[in-house]
Protein backbone atom coordinates (compact mmCIF):
# COMPACT_ATOMS: atom_id res chain seq x y z
CA UNK A 1 0.00 0.00 0.00
CA UNK A 2 0.64 3.82 0.27
CA UNK A 3 3.55 4.74 2.58
CA UNK A 4 3.74 8.59 2.93
CA UNK A 5 7.05 10.08 4.74
CA UNK A 6 7.03 13.89 6.53
CA UNK A 7 10.18 15.74 7.14
CA UNK A 8 10.97 17.72 9.11
CA UNK A 9 8.99 16.32 12.07
CA UNK A 10 9.40 19.73 14.05
CA UNK A 11 10.59 22.98 12.17
CA UNK A 12 10.76 26.66 14.07
CA UNK A 13 11.55 29.93 12.72
CA UNK A 14 10.98 33.30 12.85
CA UNK A 15 8.47 35.58 12.08
CA UNK A 16 8.38 36.74 8.70
CA UNK A 17 10.61 33.87 7.24
CA UNK A 18 9.80 31.38 5.11
CA UNK A 19 8.84 27.66 5.97
CA UNK A 20 9.28 24.70 3.96
CA UNK A 21 7.80 20.76 4.72
CA UNK A 22 8.22 17.69 2.42
CA UNK A 23 6.70 14.72 1.76
CA UNK A 24 6.93 11.58 -0.30
CA UNK A 25 5.18 9.14 -1.52
CA UNK A 26 5.28 5.72 -2.84
CA UNK A 27 2.60 4.49 -4.85
CA UNK A 28 2.99 6.14 -8.53
CA UNK A 29 -0.88 5.84 -8.78
CA UNK A 30 -1.52 8.39 -6.03
CA UNK A 31 -3.07 11.42 -8.06
CA UNK A 32 -4.14 13.79 -5.14
CA UNK A 33 -2.36 15.18 -2.63
CA UNK A 34 -4.21 17.58 0.23
CA UNK A 35 -2.50 19.25 3.02
CA UNK A 36 -3.96 19.77 6.74
CA UNK A 37 -3.68 22.74 9.31
CA UNK A 38 -4.05 21.08 12.81
CA UNK A 39 -4.26 23.51 15.85
CA UNK A 40 -3.94 22.67 19.49
CA UNK A 41 -6.80 20.87 20.64
CA UNK A 42 -9.02 21.10 17.10
CA UNK A 43 -9.63 18.34 13.93
CA UNK A 44 -7.14 19.03 11.04
CA UNK A 45 -8.42 21.20 8.73
CA UNK A 46 -7.61 21.16 4.58
CA UNK A 47 -5.19 24.37 3.72
CA UNK A 48 -4.45 23.55 0.33
CA UNK A 49 -4.42 20.52 -2.49
CA UNK A 50 -2.35 19.56 -5.82
CA UNK A 51 -3.38 17.29 -8.24
CA UNK A 52 -1.19 15.48 -9.96
CA UNK A 53 -1.45 17.16 -13.50
CA UNK A 54 -0.29 20.22 -11.80
CA UNK A 55 3.33 21.35 -10.70
CA UNK A 56 2.12 23.91 -8.45
CA UNK A 57 -0.13 25.74 -6.85
CA UNK A 58 -0.67 28.93 -4.48
CA UNK A 59 -2.93 30.87 -2.53
CA UNK A 60 -1.51 33.87 -1.20
CA UNK A 61 1.00 32.78 1.45
CA UNK A 62 1.03 28.90 0.89
CA UNK A 63 1.98 27.29 -2.24
CA UNK A 64 2.68 23.39 -2.81
CA UNK A 65 4.86 21.44 -5.15
CA UNK A 66 4.53 18.45 -6.75
CA UNK A 67 7.07 16.58 -8.55
CA UNK A 68 5.77 12.91 -10.02
CA UNK A 69 8.77 11.80 -11.42
CA UNK A 70 10.60 11.80 -8.12
CA UNK A 71 7.43 11.30 -6.07
CA UNK A 72 7.21 14.16 -3.61
CA UNK A 73 5.81 17.49 -2.95
CA UNK A 74 5.79 20.24 -0.40
CA UNK A 75 4.33 22.83 1.42
CA UNK A 76 5.58 26.34 1.57
CA UNK A 77 4.73 28.79 3.75
CA UNK A 78 6.17 32.55 2.92
CA UNK A 79 5.87 35.52 5.28
CA UNK A 80 5.20 33.33 8.48
CA UNK A 81 2.78 34.43 11.24
CA UNK A 82 2.76 33.77 14.80
CA UNK A 83 -0.91 32.08 13.68
CA UNK A 84 0.57 29.91 11.43
CA UNK A 85 1.92 27.81 14.40
CA UNK A 86 0.39 24.67 14.18
CA UNK A 87 1.06 20.89 13.30
CA UNK A 88 0.83 20.16 9.42
CA UNK A 89 -0.24 16.87 7.65
CA UNK A 90 0.44 15.70 4.17
CA UNK A 91 -1.67 13.24 2.67
CA UNK A 92 -1.47 10.72 -0.49
CA UNK A 93 -4.71 9.38 -2.09
CA UNK A 94 -4.60 6.78 -4.83
CA UNK A 95 -7.74 5.40 -6.03
CA UNK A 96 -6.36 2.27 -6.33
CA UNK A 97 -6.60 2.48 -2.95
CA UNK A 98 -10.28 3.24 -3.00
CA UNK A 99 -9.82 6.66 -3.09
CA UNK A 100 -8.80 6.89 1.10
CA UNK A 101 -6.06 8.66 2.65
CA UNK A 102 -2.51 8.20 3.64
CA UNK A 103 -1.31 10.57 6.02
CA UNK A 104 2.67 11.42 6.86
CA UNK A 105 3.05 11.97 10.38
CA UNK A 106 2.78 15.75 11.16
CA UNK A 107 5.30 18.71 11.28
CA UNK A 108 4.84 21.06 14.41
CA UNK A 109 5.66 24.31 12.67
CA UNK A 110 6.53 27.11 15.74
CA UNK A 111 6.67 30.18 14.34
CA UNK A 112 8.70 33.00 17.00
CA UNK A 113 6.88 36.63 16.81
CA UNK B 1 -24.82 24.40 10.21
CA UNK B 2 -22.83 22.35 12.79
CA UNK B 3 -20.74 20.49 10.31
CA UNK B 4 -19.20 17.26 12.27
CA UNK B 5 -19.85 17.05 15.84
CA UNK B 6 -18.66 14.12 18.40
CA UNK B 7 -19.27 12.68 21.53
CA UNK B 8 -18.35 13.18 23.84
CA UNK B 9 -15.21 15.76 23.68
CA UNK B 10 -13.18 13.37 26.67
CA UNK B 11 -13.42 10.32 28.20
CA UNK B 12 -11.62 7.74 30.77
CA UNK B 13 -12.70 4.41 30.42
CA UNK B 14 -11.51 1.35 32.64
CA UNK B 15 -9.81 -1.53 30.35
CA UNK B 16 -12.45 -4.43 29.45
CA UNK B 17 -15.37 -1.56 28.94
CA UNK B 18 -17.53 -1.11 25.88
CA UNK B 19 -17.75 2.05 24.25
CA UNK B 20 -19.24 3.75 21.55
CA UNK B 21 -18.03 7.34 20.09
CA UNK B 22 -20.66 9.23 18.63
CA UNK B 23 -20.48 10.78 15.32
CA UNK B 24 -22.78 13.09 13.42
CA UNK B 25 -22.66 15.50 10.73
CA UNK B 26 -25.00 18.14 8.73
CA UNK B 27 -23.96 18.15 5.31
CA UNK B 28 -25.54 14.76 3.83
CA UNK B 29 -22.06 13.72 2.98
CA UNK B 30 -22.25 10.10 1.75
CA UNK B 31 -18.44 9.24 2.23
CA UNK B 32 -17.29 9.21 6.42
CA UNK B 33 -14.30 7.82 8.22
CA UNK B 34 -12.86 7.17 11.48
CA UNK B 35 -9.44 7.86 12.44
CA UNK B 36 -6.92 7.55 15.42
CA UNK B 37 -4.12 10.27 16.11
CA UNK B 38 -1.79 9.28 18.81
CA UNK B 39 1.75 11.26 19.64
CA UNK B 40 4.13 11.59 16.75
CA UNK B 41 2.13 9.68 14.25
CA UNK B 42 -0.11 10.67 11.54
CA UNK B 43 -3.78 9.84 10.86
CA UNK B 44 -4.62 6.24 11.10
CA UNK B 45 -7.74 5.35 9.22
CA UNK B 46 -10.00 2.63 11.26
CA UNK B 47 -12.90 2.29 9.51
CA UNK B 48 -14.86 4.17 6.77
CA UNK B 49 -18.40 3.91 4.82
CA UNK B 50 -18.52 5.31 1.52
CA UNK B 51 -22.79 5.58 1.51
CA UNK B 52 -24.88 4.93 3.98
CA UNK B 53 -25.53 1.02 4.81
CA UNK B 54 -22.22 0.00 3.80
CA UNK B 55 -18.95 0.17 5.80
CA UNK B 56 -15.40 -0.87 5.43
CA UNK B 57 -11.53 -1.47 7.31
CA UNK B 58 -9.12 0.24 7.26
CA UNK B 59 -5.74 0.56 8.08
CA UNK B 60 -5.82 -0.50 11.74
CA UNK B 61 -9.45 -2.24 12.42
CA UNK B 62 -8.86 -4.29 15.30
CA UNK B 63 -10.97 -4.22 18.23
CA UNK B 64 -13.79 -1.62 16.76
CA UNK B 65 -16.47 -1.96 15.11
CA UNK B 66 -18.87 0.43 13.23
CA UNK B 67 -22.27 0.63 11.50
CA UNK B 68 -24.11 3.32 8.99
CA UNK B 69 -27.62 2.93 9.33
CA UNK B 70 -28.12 6.56 7.83
CA UNK B 71 -25.77 9.37 6.23
CA UNK B 72 -25.66 11.61 9.15
CA UNK B 73 -24.65 9.33 12.05
CA UNK B 74 -21.25 6.82 11.97
CA UNK B 75 -20.94 5.76 15.83
CA UNK B 76 -17.53 3.88 16.45
CA UNK B 77 -17.72 1.08 18.78
CA UNK B 78 -15.18 -0.27 20.95
CA UNK B 79 -16.87 -3.95 22.57
CA UNK B 80 -13.41 -4.19 24.96
CA UNK B 81 -11.34 -1.28 25.73
CA UNK B 82 -7.56 -2.26 26.05
CA UNK B 83 -4.95 0.40 27.09
CA UNK B 84 -3.55 0.64 23.37
CA UNK B 85 -6.61 1.76 22.49
CA UNK B 86 -6.13 5.44 24.09
CA UNK B 87 -5.52 7.68 21.46
CA UNK B 88 -7.24 11.00 19.97
CA UNK B 89 -9.97 9.40 17.75
CA UNK B 90 -11.25 12.02 15.00
CA UNK B 91 -14.38 11.55 12.93
CA UNK B 92 -14.35 12.83 9.21
CA UNK B 93 -16.44 13.38 6.12
CA UNK B 94 -16.76 13.88 3.00
CA UNK B 95 -19.19 14.62 -0.06
CA UNK B 96 -18.16 11.29 -2.16
CA UNK B 97 -15.48 8.67 -1.56
CA UNK B 98 -12.68 8.38 -4.16
CA UNK B 99 -9.70 11.59 -4.86
CA UNK B 100 -9.77 14.67 -4.75
CA UNK B 101 -12.68 14.77 -2.40
CA UNK B 102 -12.27 17.14 0.62
CA UNK B 103 -12.05 15.57 3.83
CA UNK B 104 -13.40 17.88 6.98
CA UNK B 105 -13.00 16.64 10.45
CA UNK B 106 -14.58 16.65 13.47
CA UNK B 107 -13.12 18.58 16.87
CA UNK B 108 -11.91 14.91 18.31
CA UNK B 109 -12.63 12.69 21.10
CA UNK B 110 -9.65 12.03 23.59
CA UNK B 111 -9.99 8.28 25.02
CA UNK B 112 -8.11 7.27 28.10
CA UNK B 113 -8.42 3.26 28.22
CA UNK B 114 -6.74 2.77 32.32
Known amino acids: GENVEQHPSTLSVQEGDSAVIKCTYS??????FPWYKQELGKGPQLIID?????GEKKDQRIAVTLNKTAKHFSLHITETQPEDSAVYFC????????????FGDGTTLTVKP | IAGITQAPTSQILAAGRRMTLRCTQD?????MYWYRQDLGLGLRLIHY???????GKGEVPDGYSVSRANTDDFPLTLASAVPSQTSVYFC?????????????FGPGTRLLVL
Open chain 2, 92 to 104: ASSAQAGEGETQY
Open chain 1, 27 to 32: DSASNY
Open chain 1, 50 to 54: IRSNV
Open chain 1, 91 to 102: AAISNTNAGKST
Open chain 2, 27 to 31: MRHNA
Open chain 2, 49 to 55: SNTAGTT
